[in-house]
Nanobody, 126 residues
């Protein structure tokens, strides 16, 4: 089992920045992928980005590429989501997730993830 706890959400004006954290505990050893998803009110949960814990570059949804950056601190078992140039349409509950394997979809689908955090609200005002 892996436990995930997000933090860092809040209210920010358009154009501002926020950094979210996702702390993992429990069975965190081994190679796995951690991802960020978001769910706006009345919409489906959508992929934001992901990173392989063993290395490699993170990858992103087109809507956030160039504005959001995922990083990790292996020693702290923590993943970060740096969000810059925020837009009102980025308003959502942001979730981190973890999985031990990806399907042909490359861990961009919510169904590929076994473990989820409780979510943190990000609100961007115009």
């Amino acid at each position: 089992q892996v436990q995930l706890v997000e933090s860092g959400g809040g209210l920010v004006q358009a154009g501002g920045s926020l950094r979210l954290s996702c702390a993992a505990s429990g069975r965190t050893f081994g190679t796995y992928v951690m991802g960020w998803f978001r769910q706006a009110s009345g919409k489906e949960r959508e992929f934001v980005g992901a990173i392989h814990w063993s290395g490699g570059s993170p990858y992103y949804a087109g809507s956030v590429k160039g504005r959001f950056t995922i990083s990790r601190d292996n020693a702290k078992n923590t993943m970060y989501l740096q969000m810059n140039s925020l837009k009102p349409e980025d308003t959502a509950v942001y979730y981190c997730a973890a999985t031990y394997r990806c399907s042909v979809y490359g861990c961009t689908q919510r169904t590929e993830y076994s473990y989820w955090g409780q979510g943190t609200q990000v609100t961007v005002s115009s």
